[in-house]
């Protein structure tokens, strides 16, 4: 047989041996590559797009801020407290400082390192266990929002792709604007806007160096490394950390470097998360009646206040320094509000001396009738005015005809019938009490015109007044004038116009600027604008005035308030009411009630109305009445805040 025939029977002996594994390999590596394609769209099945960044809302806290829009006094927010704001509102030093600690090869790689995690395999190798990460900023960012922390096959696969594909879609600059908007620094706190506002009480543009590193070191372990926990020196290490990796990358100097090391880093109280507490509750109120609590927590919403920061820091500082000298007079709180009568617009709200309970008595905790209750905002809650009611009254007789030249009889006057007239009985045949008040001082003068008595605060006069007026009509005036909590007029009798009838500080001061601005009304208002987290306009204030008294009659109650010389003989020549700078601007009145539970001091100018009340949550009464109580801490407010607003002499 020829030697080439022979070669090829041995060849087709041979194929027909190796055809069988041949094709057995072939199918085996046919299912392994369909299998590991099956495996691989079942990895990505259901799978996120990474357009769904730019897509959907990512919830926001809704921010209250002041006047200004620059403070910002509180914010509702549900299981994540953040503001989204574009990478030019954010420092760069932030941005070099994320990039140092996190990602140092960020601008380099295509979204996946794999330096890095050839790295971090040596290093897991050496200490036998899963410890050194790998992910780069961009992993990190499509982990923390599109999937969990669990280290399974299917979400590193989904990880990976979305990461590669977000590269390709996106720069890098909008990578680690997401990042700095998403990151979590600790308890509820995301973003870089919302750590930066909560640890430095500033806005991200503004942190410094030294700030900016400690945030990008919070960002490796926010639990462990928490500003306000047992941790902190392990925060500052990694914050030098930070910064020399920042000085290998070329972003600062070693000099730089030193000097943010060196400069002690301080935070804001974690305690102080509001600023100006109880009108900040009362604005919240507001949104949650009229939005609801689950839109509020995640809409991002940027309601703009009528608080005057400044004005409010002002109250604040004279109530805590007033307050230290109050218990000399048996006196344990305080309140204070400010509004602008020509707009109804509330500049300040102080309801109680101390809203953190700092001052608060141990034994109210277990639920004693306390003397001080920190939660309870005061301006809100109706109290008796006492004398500082009377204007109302007598402005309702002026527009009933009585005049500042009205006389009246200050004697001893015995206003139930049924009582003997000299005053000696304190109940009537049928069991009514008699009633024949007294004046402060203890004293009757006689004839007296309304001019007089108003500005003195003589108590008789003022029954009669309210006699002439009728208690029906006084009640309705009081309504048309701001005032909501005289709902039963069969609940008041004449001891209505000494204040027998509670009211509202706010409420009442309203009405004080009722006169301010000659007989217009206009009701209070917190909140100038609400915009949503585009910027378009929810809800703007609109002014809404009416008018309630007349010209005259403002004029005439303006000109009692204001007249120094007609207030002397019961309170002196230079009492705290007298602002002899301001003598033909500001108009004031006190108010006492019973057994001096409250004192009240309520003053304006056509620029602003100030009401304050001194006294116990619980009733118990004081040493000393308004004049010498709640004031000394009026005049102190008025004569801080007068000088930052325009000069205007009332109208009298």
Not at 73 to 98: D, F
Not at 171 to 191: A, C, D, H, R, T
Not at 293 to 319: C, P, R, S, Y
Request: hydrophobic share 40%; aromatic share 10%; charged share 20%.
């Amino acid at each position: 047989m020829p030697k080439q025939n022979k070669h090829k029977k041995i060849f087709q002996s041979r194929w027909r041996l190796l055809l069988p594994i041949l094709r057995f390999f072939g199918l085996f590596l046919i299912l392994g590559l369909a299998g590991g394609a099956s495996l691989f769209l079942f990895l990505l099945k259901d799978m996120p797009r990474p357009e769904k960044f730019t897509e959907s809302e990512i919830a926001q806290s809704t921010k209250i801020y002041d006047r200004e829009g620059v403070t910002l006094l509180y914010e509702i927010a549900g299981e994540e407290k953040r503001t989204l704001v574009p990478l030019s509102q954010i420092s760069p030093l932030l941005g070099q400082a994320v990039v140092a600690a996190e990602d140092q090869s960020f601008y380099q790689h295509q979204g996946i390192d794999l330096t890095a995690i050839g790295r971090a395999i040596l290093a897991d190798l050496r200490i036998k266990k899963l410890a050194q990460g790998a992910s780069t900023i961009s992993q990190q960012l499509i982990r923390n929002y599109f999937l969990t922390a669990n280290k399974t096959l299917k979400r590193k696969t989904r990880e990976a792709v979305l990461t590669l594909e977000m590269e390709r879609r996106y720069s890098k600059e909008q990578i680690l604007e997401w990042y700095l908007n998403l990151v979590p620094f600790g308890s509820n706190i995301y973003g870089a806007e919302a750590a930066s506002q909560t640890f430095f009480n500033k806005p991200a543009n503004d942190l410094s160096l030294p700030q900016a590193a400690t945030m990008a070191a919070l960002v490796k372990s926010p639990s462990l490394l928490w500003p306000y926990g047992p941790n902190k020196d392990g925060l500052m290490a990694r914050k030098d950390y930070v910064l020399n990796q920042m000085v290998k990358l070329g972003y600062i100097t070693e000099e730089q470097s030193q000097a943010a090391k060196d400069e002690i880093v301080t935070f804001a109280p974690i305690a102080n998360i509001i600023k100006a507490p109880h009108f900040v509750m009362l604005v919240k109120d507001y949104l949650t009646q009229k939005y609801g609590e689950e839109f509020l927590d995640t809409a991002g919403l940027k309601v703009f206040t009528t608080l005057d920061i400044k004005m409010q820091t002002a109250a604040e500082k004279e109530i805590t320094n007033y307050s230290k000298g109050l218990s000399q007079y048996k006196a344990n709180n305080a309140a204070l509000v400010a509004l602008n009568p020509k707009n109804g617009q509330v500049l300040a709200m102080v309801g109680s001396k101390d809203y953190f309970g700092e001052s608060y008595p141990a034994k109210c905790t277990a639920g004693f009738n306390c003397s001080f209750d920190p939660q309870v905002n005061v301006a809100i809650s109706p109290r008796q005015p006492g004398s500082a009611f009377k204007p109302i009254i007598y402005a309702a007789a002026f527009e009933m005809g009585y005049s500042p030249n009205t006389i009246l009889q200050d004697t001893l006057t015995e206003f139930n019938p049924n009582c003997p007239s000299d005053g000696s009985a304190k109940k009537d045949r049928y069991g009514l009490d008699c009633y024949h008040p007294h004046n402060y001082d203890g004293y009757f003068v006689g004839p007296i015109s309304i001019r007089s008595a108003l500005a003195q605060s003589r108590n008789v006069p003022a029954v009669k007044t309210l006699q002439f007026v009728g208690v029906s009509n006084a009640i309705t005036k009081a309504q048309e004038m701001g005032i909501t909590t005289l709902t039963d007029p069969s609940r008041y009798g004449l001891a209505l116009v000494l204040g027998g009838g509670e009211v509202k500080l706010l409420e009442l001061a309203a009405a004080y600027g009722i006169f301010a601005t000659e007989g217009i009304k206009t009701m209070p208002n917190f909140v100038l604008r609400i915009e949503d987290s585009k910027g378009n306009i929810l809800e703007e204030a609109k002014i809404n005035s009416l008018r309630v008294i007349s010209s005259q009659t403002s004029r005439e109650i303006n000109s009692i308030l204001s007249d120094n010389t007609a207030r002397t003989p019961m309170f002196g020549a230079n009492s705290s009411l007298y602002l002899a700078d301001y003598a033909n601007e500001v108009a004031v009145k006190t108010g006492t009630t019973q057994d001096n539970r409250d004192a009240w001091t309520m003053g304006y100018t056509p620029n602003i109305v100030v009401g304050v009340w001194v006294g116990n949550n619980n009733n118990v009464s004081m040493t000393q009445s308004s004049v010498m109580v709640s004031s000394p801490l009026w005049r102190n407010f008025m004569l801080r805040v007068l000088p930052t607003l325009p000069r205007e002499p009332l109208k009298i």
